[in-house]
């Protein structure tokens, strides 16, 4: 198949669940022999032919995105959304632009389908080409979810601005809707939610984040500290929150039971109040790194304190995959396979995720025996490999069932062979 492949930013540094997502299902299908084209938003310098994501396609194009997608940019981004009719991540983005651009791609190549990634790049597909090829809206998360989240448990001014976006999100999901023949949901909760919204002949699929199994492994020799880890994109409120809540909330009584318990924060874009966390003894704040690998292995014990989020939670699949033992709430794991017990700690009460945490410092066998059934399980349900096996049938026969459109393209009329990598700036 052709697939244009939709992105609001270059997948690369993989620093954040969603460019994760994007690079290992790009990877997946072009290691298939899927022909893939690749628009995303990028305004650093012309890619070179040896990038990790230029060479995995066909062609890259590239736009430039608004201000207020830049990472840190919350303020702005809240403001533009205020005066927006869009619900915020669509405000924030600012995909609607992109329609001269998309059929400029589309002109150069007779497309089988078309991958959005986010409901405002399914939202930026003229009608004349959603109405011939089919759209695979990848939600990502759910933001009708996401949004009741924030309402319920938010603060104040965090429960009014999620109720605005609940007024704005159903106009908007509508128009969206519209355009797209499946939605891939992150979950089976959120397939089910979208299944309830989505209307007849949109077809939903839950597909889960996954992890790449032979990348993220447990390191059979390594020093362990006792070491907390927590790896997670902190452009992001809800990971801000997490960090903050187990730091402040939760670290010191650790301290008091493990005195040498040291706590790492690994994520790019902290913010100055993620920072000050480091004048807190034990405390370890990163920033962006070039591997998150040596951080699992020299960590005893992972967690995923948050109290917001839909989908399933990348760095929760990859501490999985590299044997490490896991502490969690109910919203850090939801939407994965996983046992209370078996395959981690879940805990619903910053009581019991102390406990548990200071547990799994002290007892190295227990440690070991969940890590290593969580590994076990990231390997036989979670991997991307297995994880892209499994949709690819349904993608072929999407695009059989729309029929043939047009013949495929030769190099004489001026498209571009994969192995050189061709970036186009738009």
């Known amino acids: 198949m052709r697939i244009l492949i939709l992105s609001p930013y270059l997948p690369w540094p993989l620093d954040g669940g969603p460019p994760i997502r994007i690079y290992y299902v790009l990877r997946e299908l072009a290691k298939r022999g899927h022909e893939i084209v690749l628009l995303a938003g990028h305004e650093g310098p012309p890619l070179p032919a040896s990038h990790p994501v230029v060479s995995l396609c066909r062609e890259v194009f590239t736009y430039k995105p608004p201000s207020s997608a ?112 499946v939605v891939l949901s992150n979950s089976v909760r959120e397939a089910s939610f979208t299944s309830k919204h989505a209307p007849p002949g949109v077809g939903v699929w839950p597909l889960p984040n996954g992890v790449d199994t032979e990348r993220f492994a447990p390191v059979a020799e390594s020093i362990k500290k006792n070491a907390i880890l927590l790896c997670s994109g902190l452009a992001v409120y809800r990971n801000r929150a997490a960090a903050q809540w187990f730091a402040r909330r939760m670290f010191p009584a650790i301290r008091r039971q493990v005195p040498d318990a040291e706590f790492w924060i690994v994520g790019s874009h902290p913010t100055p109040e993620i920072k000050q966390l480091e004048a807190c003894p034990g405390i370890h704040v990163t920033g962006a790194v070039e591997d998150v690998r040596p951080y699992y292995a020299m960590s005893k014990v992972a967690i995923a304190p948050y109290q917001y989020g839909e989908g399933t939670k990348i760095k929760v699949v990859e501490a999985m995959a590299c044997g490490l033992p896991m502490v969690s709430t109910p919203t850090g794991c939801q939407g994965l396979e996983v046992i209370d017990g078996q395959h981690l700690v879940i805990a619903a009460n910053e009581k019991d995720f102390v406990q548990g945490v200071v547990e799994l410092l002290r007892d190295s066998e227990r440690a070991r025996s969940l890590g290593a059934a969580a590994r076990a399980l990231a390997v036989e349900k979670y991997s991307w490999q297995r994880l892209i096996s499994g949709v690819e049938p349904k993608l072929l026969e999407l695009a059989r069932g729309a029929g043939t459109r047009h013949a495929a393209p030769s190099e004489a009329s001026g498209h571009y062979p994969r192995d050189e990598g061709c970036i186009r700036a738009c």
């Open 70 to 181: 830049r990472p840190g940019s919350h303020l702005l981004s809240a403001l533009r959304s205020l005066f927006s009719p869009l619900p915020y991540v669509a405000a924030k983005f600012g995909a609607r632009h992109l329609g001269d651009t998309i059929r400029h791609s589309a002109d150069r190549y007779a497309f089988d389908l078309i991958w959005a990634n986010f409901a405002f790049m399914a939202y930026a597909v003229p009608p004349e080409l959603y109405r011939t090829v089919p759209v695979v809206l990848d939600e990502h998360e759910s933001e009708g979810l996401l949004w009741r989240q924030y309402l319920r448990q938010g603060n104040p001014a965090m429960g009014a601005f999620a109720a605005l976006n609940l007024i704005k999100l159903p106009a908007f999901q509508r128009r969206v809707m519209a355009r797209v023949a």
